[in-house]
């Protein structure tokens, strides 16, 4: 029999990119002889795809990272035909879909060539995909590091404003995006972990997975390739069948992102003696979360806030980009040379995620103080601190700036 080549699909896992949970890795054409196979595609059958949130293979990076949620979500999953194939699985990329030079394929091409397949086939359809894992800010502030004092009221020292925690941002997404997923070829729906489509013609497809949003994350999803049918024998694996599977089933490939939330500090002036100047009062913001799922919270943003008064009334502050499920910690610090807080000088409350519907819903602690008869003349004013993992550098604020008080 004459030496056809001959192209079928593997299941292959790689490790994961820092952030990415390396579920399936890619259902990857790869070539083989016919002199190896025992048996041709049969044409004229249809083929299903089953797509598990329970296919997860995780590397160190991933190991304590908590994806349950995905099991409880529905998950929306797009497929695009971009290549046919024929009996010897030869695949010829569609219109459109050329440049993929599917049918070029061979045993040197890579996982990282894969990827980097989808991630074309994607561009060309024009469907957003998750930064590439080397292009995200992944350094963490030392919030251990020995920082520099920051700001004086009354001699006395205010805490470092010790800046907030990187964490990779929520991917957004376009606003034409139903445009293009109404030109899918197919829709698997998750739900409960499992979601399966019936009556694919064979071809390679990508994979193309809408993000997910819970209250404290946005999952978003690697593309990948697809082939249907598919055939995974590995002459290596003791026991491997070579014969083309017609019912496939994938996995997932999530990143877990970081979604963010703000803070409103309300601070009521009861009373206010115009012969002591401007009444300045600062409030320390430390927020905690259980970011490896161990039991352990670590603290995700830690910042001084400062509000001015020169009258009796009330001023508030915002205070933003908090990781969103960190449990919070407001304390007035520093309440002027002559005013005594009304209540405890702490507060603690959770945040949630900000939505564009959410401008005033405002997750809020609330601080009363009233002259309390001294005659104490100070004033003071807020040095903001950040560390870049090399050094410190700071910026003074006064008042409302960098605080926020309106």
């Not at 059958?45 to 190991?63: A, H, M, Y």
């Not at 219109?95 to 991630?119: C, I, Y």
């Not at 320390?284 to 919270?297: C, F, I, P, Q, Y």
Request: hydrophobic letters at 35%; aromatic letters at 8%.
């Amino acid at each position: 029999m004459g030496m056809k080549c001959r192209i079928k699909s593997r299941l292959c896992t790689v490790p994961a990119a820092i952030g990415f949970l390396a579920a399936v890795c890619l259902l990857a054409a790869l070539p083989r002889t016919a002199a190896l196979a025992r048996g041709m595609i049969d044409t004229e059958r249809e083929c299903s795809l089953t797509v598990k949130t329970e296919i997860l293979v995780q590397d160190g990076e991933g190991e304590n990272a908590d994806w349950s949620e995905l099991n409880k979500t529905q998950i929306q999953v797009y497929l695009y035909r971009v290549a046919e194939v024929n009996q010897y699985g030869e695949y010829e990329g569609l219109e459109g879909f050329e440049g993929l030079e599917l049918e070029k394929t061979d045993s040197t091409v890579k996982a990282d060539d894969w990827r980097e397949k989808a991630r074309a086939a994607a561009d060309t359809l024009g469907l957003p995909v998750p930064i590439r894992a080397e292009e995200t800010g992944s350094e963490t502030p030392d919030w251990n590091a020995d920082g520099p004092a920051g700001g004086t009221a009354s001699a006395a020292a205010l805490p470092v404003g010790a800046g907030r925690l990187a964490l990779p941002e929520a991917m957004e997404l376009p606003a034409d995006l139903p445009d293009k997923l109404a030109r899918a070829d197919a829709e698997i729906i998750v739900d409960n972990g499992i979601g399966t489509m019936q009556g694919l013609p064979q071809g390679m497809y990508l994979v193309w997975v809408m993000p997910v949003e819970t209250d404290s994350y946005q999952y978003t999803f690697l593309p990948y390739l697809v082939s249907l049918p598919n055939n995974s024998y590995d002459a290596e694996v003791p026991g491997s069948i070579d014969e083309w599977e017609y019912e496939a089933t994938v996995g997932l490939k999530p990143r877990q992102n970081q979604r963010y939330g703000s803070l409103l500090i309300r601070k009521n002036l009861h009373s206010y003696k115009e012969a002591l100047g401007t009444a300045m009062f600062v409030f320390r913001v430390e927020a905690r979360k259980d970011l490896n799922h161990d039991g352990e919270k670590e603290i995700v943003y830690s910042d001084v806030v400062g509000l001015e008064f020169d009258a009796a009334g009330e001023k508030e502050a915002v205070v933003e980009h908090i990781p969103a499920g960190s449990e919070v910690t407001v304390e007035e610090i520093y309440s002027g040379s002559a005013y005594t807080i009304q209540g405890s000088a702490v507060k603690e409350l959770t945040i949630w995620a900000k939505d564009s519907n959410d401008a005033g819903n405002l997750p809020a602690v609330e601080f009363a103080n009233d002259y309390d008869d001294r005659v104490t003349y100070g004033t003071g004013a807020v040095n903001h601190f950040t560390h870049d993992g090399n050094g410190w550098s700071g910026n003074r604020v006064q008042g409302s700036e960098g605080g926020g008080g309106r």
